[in-house]
Nanobody
Framework: VQLQASGGGLVQAGGSRRLSCAASGSVFRINVMGWYRQVPEKSRELVALITDAGTRYGDFVKGRFTISRDKAKNTAYLQMNSLKPEDTAVYYC???????????????WGQGTLVTVSS
């Protein structure tokens, strides 16, 4: 299963950006869709994830970001509002689930999309 992330770019502080992550290939069911981010010399950190049970966000999000999904399109979205310069990072999407009805699993990462927030 391949993930294609898109939507990164340059945005001014206080602005908004919407990221998308589309899964392609053999997808039977997606259990978890998530977004992570990473800056140089730091570990990758959770931004948000969504499951059938609900959503979870990193502490730094503080109501600014919203994760959503379109199950029919196997696509996850991350709406980011009130962006700050410290949100500058490469954002990666991650999805895990099953490839077929025999429950062969997958855990895939997108290629990363850079979001730069200027002050």
């Amino acid at each position: 299963v391949q993930l294609q992330a898109s939507g990164g770019g340059l945005v001014q502080a206080g602005g908004s950006r919407r990221l998308s992550c589309a899964a392609s290939g053999s997808v039977f069911r997606i259990n978890v869709m998530g977004w992570y981010r990473q800056v140089p010399e730091k570990s990758r950190e959770l931004v948000a994830l969504i499951t059938d049970a609900g959503t979870r966000y990193g502490d730094f999000v503080k109501g600014r970001f919203t994760i959503s999904r379109d199950k029919a399109k196997n696509t996850a979205y991350l709406q980011m509002n009130s962006l700050k310069p410290e949100d500058t990072a490469v954002y990666y999407c991650n999805e895990d689930g099953f490839k077929d009805r025999y429950y062969n699993s997958f855990d895939s990462w997108g290629q990363g999309t850079l979001v730069t927030v200027s002050s």
